[in-house]
């Protein structure tokens, strides 16, 4: 890879998610755990990622799977304590892994001291101010006070009961009711999350993975969603002042911290705004994650992206998934291979075979691209969406929130398997007496990592061989990328020096360009024509 001391990590790293409930369970307890995720670091070493990101570990009533904090200097006992994290992050670093902490601005729990406080003071009381309660419309106060939808669908305000048993104010959730969201506009929460960021790198996180970044304002005068006119609480620019903010914190340790923001915008200079010089390092580049298996579709995502983060000479990102969107194996099998939550269905057909063999080449296509790379966990296994989760299992509140119509995203979130022929496939050990959280396939006997190590077919050695030839290349990782002229439904480029990647997105195979050898491939190449769905890396002359 590419690095150099002179250019800061996040540029072009190899980034892990890590979703910690369904890593690896080391008591038995069918969660997974911070002394499960230890044992595993070897793994990761061994796949040759440069950091890991974590999903929250803070203490929290999981109504939301963690999103909903109520405690951000400290653990979720389920997971461990924070002396052991500690531990976590010093053999981490240890072993040459940066630790990417999650941190979620946007809400806590409504079990969170402040919002406790707030409730148990009635009308009057100051911790009311730091949240956005509001009295109903209507005669008796009855109505919400706007017909804003949440996030995740359904409604946004909860009205509360007063200490005397009357009906009291409303409260509002952009997400689940039980995830009250902040007033950013009050100092002492612009304070405490500061100071919540100064606690995390203190402790040596590397870097911080901002949820739901474009989130946080809201227009005080709580106007209805109109289209045409300013969104009332999407991506207001107040908010760019909160992360200059945070980014004077980032750049006072001598050793470099990273802000990473969750941006779901489409317009493409507002989304780069976030990566201004005094902003965000990187953020997630969902146009990518969300385009379809389409070459020109494909080049054109990724010709925008690079052309807007040139302008502020911020590296870009390559996402095929995450613990929030269908995973790739499943979403390059359907007839439709975008992603958008408004779409996502329940008894949608499914070729996993094309989807693996699609994945597989996504895969080179993303770790080869100018920029950081982000692999979620079981990706590298070519794991599928799990999707006949029993009604009565689901824990995601999507599932609910969108009136049982979206299935949820709980079948990204299915516990890794790691060996045997049976669940719970070494996520839990063989002697423990609770079953993984969520059921995990039986079919997955063949995803193991067991399974898959030392098979030059398989795709974690895909993975593992790709990684290791993108810290080997000097050409792979930050830079730049020129196309070469390629037929219809082919994306070719090449990186200097001597690199060149090759994919064929036709439903033909294609002669491959003039290249002195193949340094990888997706499938078998026969001879110089490279089948449909495949992606090649050639090495095109000198590497020196």
Same mark, same amino acid.
């Given at each position: 890879?590419?690095?150099?001391?002179?250019?800061?990590?996040?540029?072009?790293?190899?980034?892990?998610?890590?979703?910690?409930?369904?890593?690896?369970?080391?008591?038995?307890?069918?969660?997974?755990?911070?002394?499960?995720?230890?044992?595993?670091?070897?793994?990761?070493?061994?796949?040759?990622?440069?950091?890991?990101?974590?999903?929250?570990?803070?203490?929290?009533?999981?109504?939301?799977?963690?999103?909903?904090?109520?405690?951000?200097?400290?653990?979720?006992?389920?997971?461990?304590?924070?002396?052991?994290?500690?531990?976590?992050?010093?053999?981490?670093?240890?072993?040459?892994?940066?630790?990417?902490?999650?941190?979620?601005?946007?809400?806590?729990?409504?079990?969170?001291?402040?919002?406790?406080?707030?409730?148990?003071?009635?009308?009057?009381?100051?911790?009311?101010?730091?949240?956005?309660?509001?009295?109903?419309?209507?005669?008796?106060?009855?109505?919400?006070?706007?017909?804003?939808?949440?996030?995740?669908?359904?409604?946004?305000?909860?009205?509360?009961?007063?200490?005397?048993?009357?009906?009291?104010?409303?409260?509002?959730?952009?997400?689940?009711?039980?995830?009250?969201?902040?007033?950013?506009?009050?100092?002492?929460?612009?304070?405490?999350?500061?100071?919540?960021?100064?606690?995390?790198?203190?402790?040596?996180?590397?870097?911080?993975?901002?949820?739901?970044?474009?989130?946080?304002?809201?227009?005080?005068?709580?106007?209805?969603?109109?289209?045409?006119?300013?969104?009332?609480?999407?991506?207001?620019?107040?908010?760019?002042?909160?992360?200059?903010?945070?980014?004077?914190?980032?750049?006072?340790?001598?050793?470099?911290?990273?802000?990473?923001?969750?941006?779901?915008?489409?317009?493409?200079?507002?989304?780069?705004?976030?990566?201004?010089?005094?902003?965000?390092?990187?953020?997630?580049?969902?146009?990518?994650?969300?385009?379809?298996?389409?070459?020109?579709?494909?080049?054109?995502?990724?010709?925008?992206?690079?052309?807007?983060?040139?302008?502020?000479?911020?590296?870009?990102?390559?996402?095929?998934?995450?613990?929030?969107?269908?995973?790739?194996?499943?979403?390059?099998?359907?007839?439709?291979?975008?992603?958008?939550?408004?779409?996502?269905?329940?008894?949608?057909?499914?070729?996993?075979?094309?989807?693996?063999?699609?994945?597989?080449?996504?895969?080179?296509?993303?770790?080869?691209?100018?920029?950081?790379?982000?692999?979620?966990?079981?990706?590298?296994?070519?794991?599928?969406?799990?999707?006949?989760?029993?009604?009565?299992?689901?824990?995601?509140?999507?599932?609910?929130?969108?009136?049982?119509?979206?299935?949820?995203?709980?079948?990204?979130?299915?516990?890794?398997?790691?060996?045997?022929?049976?669940?719970?496939?070494?996520?839990?050990?063989?002697?423990?007496?609770?079953?993984?959280?969520?059921?995990?396939?039986?079919?997955?006997?063949?995803?193991?990592?067991?399974?898959?190590?030392?098979?030059?077919?398989?795709?974690? %050695? #895909?993975?593992?061989?790709?990684? =290791? &030839?993108?810290?080997?290349? @000097?050409?792979? /990782? !930050?830079?730049?990328?020129?196309?070469?002229?390629?037929?219809?439904?082919?994306?070719?480029?090449?990186?200097?020096?001597?690199?060149?990647?090759?994919?064929?997105?036709?439903?033909?195979?294609? %002669? #491959?360009?003039?290249?002195?050898? =193949? &340094?990888?491939?997706?499938? @078998?190449?026969? /001879? !110089?024509?490279?089948?449909?769905?495949?992606?090649?890396?050639?090495?095109?002359?000198?590497?020196?």
């Amino acid at each position: 890879m590419s690095t150099s001391d002179s250019r800061p990590w996040w540029r072009d790293a190899v980034i892990y998610q890590v979703y910690p409930r369904s890593f690896a369970d080391d008591n038995g307890d069918g969660i997974g755990d911070l002394a499960g995720i230890r044992k595993r670091l070897g793994y990761l070493s061994e796949l040759g990622v440069d950091a890991i990101w974590f999903g929250p570990w803070y203490p929290s009533p999981m109504a939301d799977a963690g999103y909903d904090v109520a405690d951000f200097r400290s653990v979720e006992p389920v997971f461990g304590s924070l002396a052991e994290l500690e531990e976590l992050i010093a053999e981490a670093h240890g072993q040459g892994l940066r630790i990417i902490a999650d941190l979620v601005p946007n809400h806590c729990s409504d079990q969170h001291p402040w919002f406790q406080a707030a409730l148990a003071g009635g009308p009057d009381a100051p911790e009311r101010d730091l949240f956005w309660f509001r009295p109903g419309r209507g005669p008796d106060g009855d109505q919400r006070p706007t017909d804003w939808v949440g996030e995740f669908g359904g409604e946004t305000w909860t009205r509360t009961t007063n200490p005397d048993g009357t009906p009291g104010d409303w409260y509002l959730h952009l997400f689940a009711a039980e995830q009250p969201d902040f007033n950013w506009d009050h100092p002492r929460v612009r304070a405490e999350f500061e100071d919540i960021l100064r606690f995390w790198f203190d402790r040596g996180v590397d870097g911080i993975r901002i949820d739901s970044a474009a989130l946080l304002l809201k227009d005080a005068t709580l106007p209805e969603v109109v289209d045409g006119a300013p969104h009332p609480f999407h991506d207001l620019d107040g908010v760019h002042d909160i992360y200059r903010s945070w980014r004077r914190i980032a750049d006072s340790y001598p050793e470099r911290r990273a802000l990473i923001g969750e941006v779901w915008l489409p317009d493409r200079q507002r989304f780069t705004n976030y990566l201004r010089p005094d902003e965000l390092h990187t953020a997630f580049n969902f146009d990518f994650l969300s385009c379809a298996w389409d070459a020109a579709k494909l080049r054109e995502s990724i010709d925008g992206t690079l052309a807007e983060h040139a302008t502020i000479d911020a590296p870009a990102t390559w996402v095929l998934s995450n613990h929030d969107v269908t995973r790739v194996v499943t979403r390059y099998g359907r007839a439709d291979t975008t992603f958008s939550f408004a779409s996502k269905r329940e008894g949608t057909y499914t070729d996993l075979e094309l989807g693996t063999v699609r994945a597989r080449a996504a895969a080179l296509l993303s770790l080869s691209l100018p920029g950081a790379a982000y692999v979620y966990q079981g990706e590298e296994l070519g794991l599928w969406e799990v999707e006949d989760i029993p009604p009565a299992l689901r824990q995601d509140p999507m599932f609910p929130r969108s009136g049982f119509v979206d299935p949820g995203r709980d079948g990204c979130r299915v516990p890794l398997p790691w060996s045997g022929d049976v669940a719970p496939f070494g996520f839990s050990p063989d002697d423990a007496s609770t079953a993984p959280w969520l059921p995990q396939p039986a079919a997955w006997k063949d995803q193991t990592v067991q399974a898959q190590t030392s098979d030059p077919h398989s795709m974690l %050695e #895909l993975y593992r061989e790709a990684i =290791r &030839l993108r810290r080997e290349l @000097p050409a792979l /990782g !930050d830079g730049t990328l020129r196309w070469l002229p390629a037929p219809d439904g082919v994306l070719a480029f090449a990186r200097d020096p001597g690199f060149a990647c090759v994919v064929n997105l036709s439903e033909a195979p294609v %002669e #491959l360009p003039p290249h002195q050898g =193949r &340094l990888l491939a997706s499938r @078998p190449v026969d /001879g !110089d024509l490279l089948p449909p769905d495949t992606a090649v890396w050639l090495r095109t002359g000198d590497r020196s």
